[in-house]
């Protein structure tokens, strides 16, 4: 066992250490190489990664790089060179590692060399190389040597940390003006970038675009790219293209462009797709037009589908641009047809309605004109028959039958009413004059309708009135007072009634089996007397008769009976406190 075990550092960084004797390093030991490594170690070859994971192969004498593993002759000369720039940057994350690896294998290279120049003639191997004169200087020297390295060397965004690394620190002494800190190094690097002039950024980013510009080119005339071509697919198809294999652009730069390209591609080919489906509509618009040509024409869908649509119809199958639509969409043609045509039946309707509403206001307001030319003949208590035999020949009755809204009926009956609000506000007028007058009824019926005819004709508030509308409105004061009268005499019949009933229960009450009933009324008189009952029945002989017919053995419902009148509450010692008094009518 060697001893040595592989690590990580908390920044993922691989490191190596051994378990006997505590030494750690950077750089894969020998004892751990694989057979591949140990042979490309023979050869002076390393293996590398790239900041996207793609494994390279570089050679740290002769600078040479490869995406290949190299092929090794079987036997070569070991020759002593100064190593040359490396042309394939470093894994980004392993900054720190790759330049205290370069640190290390210069210092082997200059001892190298002296031990060289010990054994041989120093003169016969002249060393040229610029970094044996680099000298180490203050912080604030070095700062400003490096950056003028920096901009010396026209360094941009594009440029790596590594890279600066396997170029400039081979080639450039005042790389070297501060030894071994890399730390130091890499903060120069981006204070640099971020001071850098508008014009260094503008020119970048001139840069950034010609290589979009010429990558996207390259993109364009690869056949292979289409619309759903993916970058992994995609990298393989042009993996050895020079301008993307010896590139300094970032992956994900490169892969922006080529996602732009291909969205372009696949909104340029669904753009054509739908180009020809809208032609292809058009075109069966036009196709279901002749077919059906008008409302009149319309044919149900399964005729349609079967006669003339799809591969029923050479027509149809004829046109190329019909193969794009499915039979959803010719469906919704013919619907889309179909609700056009229905709306075409519906803003028809709506016309004529509209048409028929003015013609049935007009006949309605010429019929109303008609009406007002026999006004003078409706009055506020006229009926139908009575104007129908005037108007039932008149064109303007005529035309407004079978129409909607009001009828003519209706319109003689709205005349008719509005006569008769006009007529009670007359009645009511002429009520009042007869209170203001204290107007006196007379028995006679003929009697008062002369006199209120006189009464009337000559008031100030009646005189518009014709004759007609006059007897109308005495003919309805006459039949109010009659209503009145009728109602007065009604009351007083109940009320005798009620006083009869009362007077009934008295007897039964006064006359029982304790005290028998007297042979005559003059000496149940004597009795009977002091009663509010008998006080409040007034006739004397209806009293007579009820007390003839009182039998002491009835009940009171016998008697209610005897008597003809309905049943009564059962009788109290007096009357109510409260009565239901007589309504007080107004004689006029």
Not at 303 to 320: A, G, I, V
Not at 572 to 585: D, F, G, H, I, Y
Request: aromatic share 10%; with cysteine; net charge negative.
């Amino acid at each position: 066992m060697s001893g040595w075990n592989e690590a990580h550092d908390p920044e993922g960084r691989t490191y190596y250490y051994h378990a006997e004797t505590g030494e750690t390093t950077w750089d894969k030991p020998s004892e751990l190489y694989t057979e591949l490594e140990q042979q490309l170690d023979k050869h002076g070859w390393k293996a590398g990664e790239t900041e996207e994971g793609q494994i390279y192969y570089y050679n740290q004498e002769t600078g040479q790089s490869s995406w290949e593993v190299p092929t090794f002759p079987e036997s070569t000369e070991s020759q002593l060179e100064v190593p040359a720039p490396v042309s394939v940057p470093a894994p980004a994350n392993d900054d720190v590692v790759t330049e205290t690896a370069t640190s290390t294998k210069t210092e082997t290279l200059d001892t190298t060399i002296q031990d060289a120049s010990a054994s041989k003639n120093v003169e016969s191997y002249p060393l040229q190389s610029k970094l044996i004169e680099s000298a180490t200087k203050s912080r604030t020297d070095a700062e400003r040597a490096f950056l003028q390295m920096l901009a010396d060397h026209q360094i941009d965004s594009t440029w790596s940390f590594n890279r600066i690394i396997s170029e400039l620190s081979c080639s450039d002494p005042r790389y070297w003006c501060v030894d071994d800190d890399p730390l130091w190094k890499r903060k120069m690097f981006e204070q640099y970038l971020a001071n850098r002039s508008e014009d260094q950024l503008l020119k970048e980013h001139s840069a950034v675009n010609k290589f979009k510009d010429a990558f996207r080119t390259m993109l364009e005339q690869n056949s292979k790219i289409h619309f759903y071509t993916r970058w992994t697919t995609a990298k393989r198809l042009f993996a050895n293209e020079p301008i993307y294999k010896h590139s300094v652009v970032s992956e994900k730069t490169k892969r922006t462009v080529f996602q732009e390209y291909v969205d372009d591609l696949r909104k340029e080919h669904f753009g054509n797709v739908e180009k020809t489906r809208q032609r292809a509509l058009s075109e069966l618009q036009d196709y279901l037009n002749a077919i059906i040509p008008n409302k009149e024409q319309l044919i149900p869908w399964q005729e349609l589908s079967s006669k003339y649509l799809f591969e029923n119809s050479t027509r149809f199958t004829s046109n190329r641009h019909f193969q794009t639509l499915s039979k959803h969409d010719v469906l919704k043609q013919y619907v889309a047809m179909v609700e056009t045509f229905s709306k075409q039946i519906m803003d028809e309707i709506e016309r004529t309605k509209a048409a028929n509403y003015t013609a049935d206001r007009k006949a309605r307001d010429r019929f109303r004109h008609l009406l007002s030319e026999h006004s003078k003949l409706i009055r506020c208590n006229s009926k139908w028959e009575d104007v129908y035999p005037l108007i039932k020949s008149e064109p303007r009755f005529k035309a407004l039958l079978g129409r909607n809204g009001s009828s003519a009926l209706d319109l003689f009956l709205d005349v008719v009413e509005e006569k008769a609000l006009v007529m009670n506000a007359h009645h009511s007028v002429a009520s009042q004059i007869l209170v203001d007058n204290n107007y006196e009824w007379d028995a006679d019926r003929e009697i008062n309708t002369k006199k209120l005819n006189e009464l009337l004709r000559v008031h100030a508030h009646l005189l518009e009135i014709d004759d007609p509308d006059r007897e109308i409105l005495i003919s309805k004061l006459l039949t109010e007072r009659d209503q009145k009268l009728a109602r007065q005499a009604e009351m007083e019949h109940r009320l005798l009634e009620q006083r009869k009933n009362y007077f009934n229960f008295l007897l039964q009450r006064v006359f029982s089996e304790a005290r028998p009933k007297p042979a005559s009324f003059d000496e149940a008189q004597e009795q009977l007397k002091n009663y509010a009952e008998y006080k409040d029945l007034a006739d004397e002989e209806t009293k007579r008769r009820l007390f003839e017919a009182f039998e002491p053995s009835k009940t009171a419902s016998q008697l209610v009976g005897s008597t003809g009148t309905p049943n009564a509450p059962p009788p109290a010692s007096k009357l109510p406190r409260k009565r239901q008094m007589t309504p007080v009518e107004l004689d006029y």
